[in-house]
């Protein structure tokens, strides 16, 4: 049984390195959330809530994730090898621990990432209601040159690579946020009235 534990041990663990090589971008369903299916195509979603239709939670996606599946291979591994190659306790024990654990890695992983994945969507959303705020530059900026500015919303600061149709504006200056476009602010020098 323990090369079993081995086996789950170096086939999380390649996997789980063959996708930070990859960059993360291999790889079926995307989350725990349901947000995309098994082939990776996006699921339909409520635009309000960002929740996918038919339901907030879906439990079969959920089991078929590969980010499941990674960390249940090598919870499962691990902990069956360690405690079968240590002679810890009996072989129905350790199968038993290491079947635990890995389900437990598995659900701790994927609602962990889920979560993160939530509030990262929710942030980039709030970037959007940057338009109209006054910033101040970090990084000079100008016609031609692409520069760093930072925000104040809903009471955190929030830094935007920031581009301008005028000439430069220093380090330091006040800055009027025209539009955004993902996480690039157009901006223009803030005007005397309001420094």
């Known amino acids: 049984m323990g090369l079993v534990y081995l086996f789950a041990f170096v086939v999380g663990l390649g996997i789980l390195g063959l996708q930070a090589i990859m960059g993360g971008k291999g790889g079926g369903g995307d989350d725990a959330s349901g947000h995309a299916d098994a082939g990776g195509k996006p699921l339909a979603t409520d635009d309000a809530v960002g ?6 939670f879906d439990f079969v996606a959920f089991f078929l994730s590969l980010r499941f599946w990674i960390f249940a291979f090598l919870g499962f591994g691990m902990s069956g090898s360690l405690l079968h190659f240590l002679s810890l306790a009996s072989p129905v024990v350790v199968f038993v621990l290491a079947v635990a654990s890995g389900l437990g890695a598995g659900l701790f992983a994927s609602l962990a990432f889920s979560l993160v994945m939530r509030s990262s969507v929710s942030s980039m959303a709030d970037v959007t209601h940057a338009r109209g705020t006054v910033g101040r530059v970090l990084v000079p900026l100008g016609k031609q040159k692409t520069g760093q500015i930072r ?30 476009d993902g ?13």
């Open 51 to 56: 929740k996918p239709l038919g339901g907030s």
């Open 151 to 180: 925000v104040v919303l809903r009471g955190q600061s929030v830094d935007l690579v920031a581009t301008t149709d005028e000439e430069d504006i220093a380090r330091g200056e006040q800055v009027i946020v025209e539009d955004v």
């Open 183 to 195: 996480n690039t602010a157009r901006v223009s020098k803030s005007p005397s009235e309001l420094r």
